[in-house]
């Protein structure tokens, strides 16, 4: 999915020659690998995300990789100075969701909490849409526009769970499947209705190239490799180390438990939405200036994280991180020597990993509650 | 129940699994730093009620915590307010350490600092030299004390204990029992629900006998514990 990103070489075009090309060679195998590597980070960051979904809710996210073509094609739009349609999506789900929190308050016979949560939507909505309007008609610096991105992706997580899955969260996993499904079409759909259907790259937020031992990679793809082990390690950091990330984890483990402790599953969902979001919006700006993102490239992009993870049996965060790793080194090797049949060959070649997996599991039972 | 101010007052308490009811109509009052005893066979309710009471069940009826009514009071905000429930299957976090679990434990007095870590590893010094093992591969015995343990670090001013003996050699029951009445002692108010009904009796300042979800016999526990019903019934003429 991800072209070649790490080497300016005309190695597509050799490819294209259709020789019998050899992935082996060490003038091309460092730099197939380095690629395999850039895409593999991404890959394995939507992985972590997939995971902490699936172990907090119970959601199989098929809609990560959506989030992914919000992030690229937000920016885009704010680097032509167009408002994106991101923003009405986002004032949607911040009207529904605060519609759905003041009922619940009224119900509650809690008027005050009503008045807040009315008050808190409104005024949030007022200021987002204010700041996204000025900014992009302005044509703000990248860095300003990289945030406003995020300020509007990274929302959608936690709204989509207030509106979508928490009202469903005593639902069956297949009965949440269905709802992920069925979001990730609307997803695409409206992602066609805001951005048309052309592919927008966004700018490179590092210029020109690196010799490191003999390889030389382009900046752009040394950037994305640090940011996503920046990324991890801060994430390894949230769950072994915090509070905040321990409950996460405890709700997981052992969601019984985790209410007789006082954490609120909805809240944790909430956040785990917010933390799968921010993956992904990130993973769009990272890739955005290596690929052309158009609105139905999140699936396809968002289904190799979901290889890594199943690899992970959808618990393990680092086997999930590896697998995704080796999809994308793969899928480099693959593109080079065979690029037509890049996809067959990443996909099949997962088959086998995955009937082990499945022979080798110890089938525990999910934890009733 | 004299002079003490009632903790909680549970009035008329309804709770059905689909057509079966399983707690018909009960009514108790648990007095500010007593132990209330809730005895009874098994299947009589008495997990039941403690779930309902602490709010991870749908009920009909009314609790009264530190006088108010807990209506719509959902579990997690039932915890905040200072109720903590040890149930009896535990509900440990098994793949986390058990400090992490008793970290945990204070989750909702995350923002007074860390909790009593201390306090606890004093009362439970086995905790303390396990504290990087993962809370599942801990002994039944070991299990049971880290979650009372995690229950306390929540700081409870009303601690429903079920059946904190389950499964556990005579010697450490003996330990268990008189740590909740150490803790009784400290301050904490504690609703007592025991298979073992001659210990709980025996530090209980008050007792309810349950029987097919409804109370059968209610009074002191030294009362209680001389009842020829109770003795029959409950305490056979063993040990
Ligand atoms: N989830 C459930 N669905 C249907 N019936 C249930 C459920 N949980 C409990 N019951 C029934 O409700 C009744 C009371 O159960 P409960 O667990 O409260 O008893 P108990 O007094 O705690 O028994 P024990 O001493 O064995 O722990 C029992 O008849 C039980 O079969
Ligand atoms: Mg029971």
């Known amino acids: 999915m991800l072209g070649p990103v790490a080497f300016s070489l005309s190695a597509p075009s050799l490819a294209s020659k259709g020789l019998a090309l050899n992935i082996f060679d060490p003038a091309i195998f460092p730099i197939l690998t380095a690629d395999g590597l850039t895409n593999g980070a991404v890959y394995a960051l939507l992985s972590l995300a997939l995971v902490l979904v699936f172990a907090v809710t119970r959601v199989i996210f098929v809609p990560q990789g959506e989030f992914v073509m919000f992030g690229t094609l937000t920016l885009a739009s704010l680097q032509l100075g167009r408002v994106p349609g991101t923003l009405t999506l986002l004032l949607v789900l911040l009207a529904i969701s605060t519609v759905l929190n003041v009922v619940e308050a009224l119900r509650r016979g809690d008027g005050r909490a009503a008045g807040l949560a009315a008050g808190s939507g409104v005024a949030l909505g007022a200021g987002v849409w204010a700041l996204t309007t000025t900014l992009a008609a302005a044509k703000a610096p990248l860095l300003v526009q990289v945030l406003l991105t995020l300020l509007l992706v990274v929302p959608l997580g936690p709204l989509l769970y207030r509106v979508v899955f928490q009202p469903l969260r005593n639902a069956s996993v297949l009965v949440l499947l269905i709802a992920s499904v069925a979001l990730h079409l609307v997803l695409v759909g409206l992602g066609l209705v805001f951005f048309g259907p052309e592919g927008s790259r966004t700018p490179a937020f590092a210029e020109g190239n690196t010799a490191l031992g003999g390889v030389t990679l382009s900046n752009q793809s040394l950037l994305v490799i640090l940011v996503s082990a920046v990324l991890m390690l801060a994430l390894y950091y949230f769950f072994d180390r915090t509070l905040t990330g321990k409950a996460l984890r405890a709700t ?8 007789l402790v006082g954490i609120r599953p909805t809240a944790a969902g909430s956040l785990a939405f917010t933390v799968a979001a921010l993956i992904g919006a990130l993973s769009g700006l990272l890739i955005g200036p290596s690929i052309a993102v158009s609105y139905d490239t999140g699936f396809l992009i968002g289904l190799k994280g979901f290889v890594g993870a199943i690899i992970g049996g959808l618990v393990s965060y680092p086997v999930a991180a590896l697998g995704a790793l080796l999809v994308g080194l793969i899928e480099s090797y693959a593109s080079f020597s065979l690029s037509q049949w890049k996809e067959v060959i990443v996909f099949t070649l997962i088959l086998p990993v995955l009937l082990w997996r499945s022979l080798s599991s110890k089938h525990h039972d999910e934890e009733d509650e | 129940m004299t002079a003490v101010s009632p903790l909680l007052e549970v009035h008329d308490l309804h709770v059905s699994y689909g057509r079966v009811e399983a707690v018909q109509g009960v009514s108790l009052s648990v007095g500010a730093g007593q132990i209330v005893s ?66 945990l434990g204070a ?41 009372i343990g995690r229950a306390l670090m929540a700081r409870p001013k009303l601690l429903l204990l079920d059946e904190p003996s389950l499964g556990l050699a005579p010697l450490i029951v003996r330990e268990i029992l008189r740590i909740v009445a150490e803790l009784r002692d400290a301050g904490v108010t504690v609703l007592l629900v025991e298979q073992n009904a001659r210990a709980a009796l025996a530090i209980s300042d008050f007792g309810y006998v349950l029987e097919g979800g409804q109370v059968r016999l209610s009074g002191p526990a030294a009362d209680l514990a001389h009842d020829p019903a109770v003795v029959a019934s409950y305490l056979g003429t063993g040990k």
């Open chain 1, 252 to 259: 997981a483990v052992n969601r019984m438990g985790a209410r």
């Open chain 2, 38 to 103: 809730v005895i009874g066979a098994n299947g009589a309710g008495k997990s039941t009620l403690l779930g309902a009471i602490m709010g991870a069940l749908p009920s009909r009826g009314r609790v009264e915590y530190a006088g108010r009514t807990l209506a719509h009071t959902p579990l997690e905000s039932r915890v905040a307010a200072g109720m903590t429930l040890v149930p009896e299957r535990r509900e440990l976090f098994s793949s986390m350490t058990v400090e992490d679990n008793l970290r």
């Open chain 2, 107 to 147: 989750y909702t007095r995350r923002r007074e600092g860390a909790g009593d870590l201390g306090g606890v590893f004093t009362r439970f010094p086995r905790l303390e030299e396990r504290r990087k093992q993962l809370a599942g591969t801990l002994s039944g015995g070991e299990q049971q004390m880290l979650a």
